[in-house]
């Protein structure tokens, strides 16, 4: 297959965009110790689960601000309800900017609620971007955030990109990390990266870490590598 150039750009059906966004839509974080007593009584469902990405960089060009790149992740098997989308390499709420990257929260095909971080946009050649998403739920508020991310022209970033929604699904026995990969996409400069994928994926109940999945996934994958 051959690698799509930056001169063909497009754009995957699940890539929302438009944004009449409810300001009251966002929540802020709640309090993980706020789970209520029955959670806590014996292991209890999946509250919350935590995806380790990466993305190998060949050659970035700052001055076409590519690659870009989105990934998804959804509390249940598909992105009909809430679910989170963020956007690499360039913000597009409210309007279309370079560089940095976006964390979106959509519900019902609507743009919820969005927090950016970084402006700079991708520079270094040979770089290894990683990150971690989570999704958490107490029942009652379903929540997203990057705790983690480590990048040669960010250097450490994603602290204080939490995003929350009331309503979403009471736990998350419902999440496919299949759904993730499967929506995961390089939108701008394919040719540029090398692989995108998933490390590991751990999921936590009320008590703690329940199990760690530590199947490679991929995303996307550079032809011939």
Request: proline residues 6%.
């Amino acid at each position: 297959m051959r690698p799509v150039q930056e001169s063909n750009r497009k754009s995957r059906v699940i890539f929302r965009t438009g944004f009449a966004v409810s300001a009251l839509a966002c929540l802020l974080m709640p309090d993980p110790a706020a789970l209520s007593e029955e959670s806590q009584a014996g292991l209890g469902p999946v509250i919350r689960v935590e995806e380790n990405w990466y993305l190998m960089l060949n050659e970035a060009n700052g001055a076409l601000n590519a690659p870009q790149y989105h990934t998804v992740m959804s509390p249940t098997g598909d992105l009909d309800g809430v679910y989170a989308q963020i956007v690499w390499n360039y913000r597009e709420a409210p309007e279309y900017r370079a560089g940095g990257l976006q964390v979106q929260l959509w519900d019902d095909g609507e743009l919820a609620c969005y927090k950016s971080d970084r402006e700079v946009p991708l520079s270094r050649s040979v770089e290894i971007i990683r990150w971690k998403q989570v999704l958490e739920t107490n029942g009652q508020v379903v929540s997203f955030s990057i705790p983690f991310g480590q990048s040669g022209t960010w250097g450490s970033f994603g602290q204080g990109l939490t995003l929350s929604l009331a309503g979403g699904p009471a736990d998350l026995s419902g999440y496919s990390p299949d759904v993730s990969v499967g929506n995961a996409s390089v939108t701008f400069g394919s040719n540029r990266v090398n692989i995108l994928g998933i490390s590991s994926v751990s999921y936590y109940g009320p008590n703690g870490l329940i199990a760690v999945d530590d199947t490679p996934r991929v995303a996307y994958r550079l032809s011939g590598n």
